[in-house]
């Protein structure tokens, strides 16, 4: 019986070792290292390395992106600055040659009370007309250094209701001159571009 048993463990045995010898052939060998050779190990500090790069990368073209957006917006600042000053430069310029328009248009009825009485003047005394003259030169060139000037209106020309005030009609014979302005009873006067004072006229029906 015990022989039996004996027998026994070592046929377990050699089957063991058999399998043992089995599980490290050549071909259970080679099998694992081409499995390896597949699926290569990748090390762990080159998986971070790639990682970080990717990472960089990315903030990169986020930076990039930044730096377009407040490029742009920096220059949309810029050319706004710009035209705010450009607008106010302009605005302080126009402040200036119109602020003395009221006081300007106060003494355009002086001038024409001057130069009614240089007409008569004329007639009457020419002699003394000639220094009365000088006079009202002076308060020309003292309305074109304020960058007042005449209306220059001529009879026939056309009536332009942005420029003349017409005060009243006339009858014409000509044809020609019908809603034409026959006779201008005051002056009109331009403040640069601006009208200052109307032209007042009778024009032809």
């Known amino acids: 019986m015990a022989n039996n048993v004996s027998e026994k463990n070592h046929n377990q045995h050699e089957e063991q070792a058999t399998s ?3 599980n490290h052939s050549p071909e259970s060998s080679t099998a694992t290292r ?26 990169l073209a986020q930076a990039h992106e930044d730096l377009a957006v407040a490029n742009e917006k920096c220059l949309r600042i810029h050319a706004e600055f710009d035209n ?3 607008r106010t430069a302009q605005e302080r310029i126009t402040l200036i ?14 001038l024409d009370d001057f130069e009614r009485a240089l007409d008569a003047v004329n007639e009457e005394q020419p002699s003394v007309a000639k220094g009365i003259q000088l006079i009202h030169e002076k308060m020309i ?28 009609k006339t009858a014409v014979s000509d044809k020609a001159l019908q809603h034409k302005i026959i006779h201008v009873a005051t002056k009109g006067y331009m403040l640069k571009d601006k009208v200052l004072r109307y032209a007042k006229v009778i024009i032809g029906e």
């Open 84 to 86: 705010f000053r450009k």
């Open 20 to 22: 043992s010898l089995d």
């Open 141 to 168: 060139q003292f309305l074109a250094q304020a960058n007042v000037q005449a209306m220059p209106i001529e009879a026939g020309s056309d009536f332009n209701p942005e420029l003349h005030e017409a005060i009243s």
């Open 97 to 110: 040659e119109t602020a003395g328009g009221k006081l300007l248009e106060q003494f355009l009825p002086l």
């Open 34 to 59: 081409e499995a390896e050779a597949q699926n290569p190990a990748v090390p762990t500090e080159e998986t971070a390395s790639t990682a970080t790069v990717t990472e960089l990368q990315q903030a």
